[in-house]
């Protein structure tokens, strides 16, 4: 059985494993948690036929809280376990959880590779701009100026997007959530889940020890409004207290810029409207920056395209004859005693 074929109703309670939920208190990985479960109870998910697949870092530790099958595999390498659970089980529902120094640093190539390949998965980025496990050093996604025990002058590199890099990387599906969203990111989740690809959110993750409050100049309550835009495809990128401001493209810079809708109610007809399909839209919700632009938070880009695991269920790639042919093809030895 998959997807919404469970003969009885699950609970987010029926995706939780025996297993003692082990993070710092007040970490941002147990809303991740509690939404994954919610999520997959309000799919109906089959438990039998569900994987999480993670490599290492504080968020690779989720496999072991979910009442469903699970890798806690090797640093950055969980998109290599993930795409051989999925081609040789096609049936399978794969999701990979990670962190931004475990997919953006040492399995950085590993994540271009999935999202280039389009394997049918779901990707959990877990961002915290941090390397939380290994006691807080910078990671690739660090804000310039972060000091840490690996850059006690303040780290002098630029930060890498991760939504950009999946962008760049021929993703599919590209969003971005909030742990302390989970009205917001649940329903994300279900999207990812429905899309036929690899689909990718990037989750900011407050890390209390070590990067405590980084994203409060988003999340915090009196701030939500007016720093956060949430996009919906075919609706007008608005936001605002009063949903007064709005964004349109700027042609001279090919970059977004605020008006403000109070002005002008004809201002109204000039701002863009959210496309998923238009990756060109997509890329420039990447580069919002505060403390000029809000932070998107939502589906930023969605497209179909052929999935690496159709493609081996179509051409019957995995048949074990044409294996055995391909390793014994050519000159052999045999090595005698």
Request: with cysteine; charged share 20%.
């Amino acid at each position: 059985m998959g997807i919404n074929e469970n003969p009885t109703k699950l609970k987010p309670s029926d995706f939780a494993s025996d297993q003692e939920v082990r993070w710092c208190p007040g970490c941002g990985d147990y809303a991740i948690l509690k939404a994954v479960q919610k999520c997959l109870a309000e799919l109906n998910a089959d438990t039998a036929k569900t994987v999480f697949v993670s490599g290492i870092g504080c968020a690779s530790r989720l496999p072991y809280y979910m009442s469903t099958y699970g890798f806690h595999t090797i640093h950055g390498r969980a998109p290599a376990f993930a795409t051989g659970i999925k081609i040789t089980n096609p049936e399978l529902d794969v999701w990979i959880i990670t962190g931004d120094g475990d997919a953006l640093s040492i399995g950085g190539n590993h994540l271009i590779h999935i999202l280039r390949r389009n394997l049918d998965c779901q990707i959990l980025l877990f961002n915290n701009e941090i390397y939380g496990l290994t006691k807080g050093q910078a990671s690739p996604s660090s804000r310039s100026g972060t000091v840490s025990p690996s850059t006690p002058d303040g780290s002098h590199e630029s930060p890498l997007s991760a939504c950009e890099l999946a962008l760049s990387s021929g993703a599919t599906f590209v969003a971005r959530g909030v742990d302390t969203s989970i009205k917001q990111l649940i329903p994300t989740m279900i999207t990812a889940k429905e899309h036929k690809g690899s689909s990718f959110i990037e989750i900011y993750q407050n890390c209390i020890v070590y990067n405590d409050g980084v994203f409060n100049s988003f999340t915090e309550r009196s701030n939500l409004a007016n720093k956060q835009i949430h996009v919906e495809n075919g609706k007008p990128l608005i936001f605002g207290e009063n949903r007064n401001k709005g964004l349109i493209i700027n042609d001279k810079h090919s970059a977004f810029e605020i008006i403000n809708l109070d002005k002008d109610k004809n201002n109204i007809n000039r701002v863009m409207v959210h496309d998923e399909t238009n990756k060109f839209l997509a890329y420039l919700l990447t580069q919002m920056k505060e403390p000029d632009f809000p932070v998107a938070i939502g589906v930023l880009h969605r497209v179909s395209k052929p999935t690496l695991d159709e493609h081996f269920i179509k051409t019957n790639n995995l048949n074990k004859n044409k294996i055995s042919q391909i390793i014994n093809k050519g000159q052999t030895w045999t090595i005698d005693e």
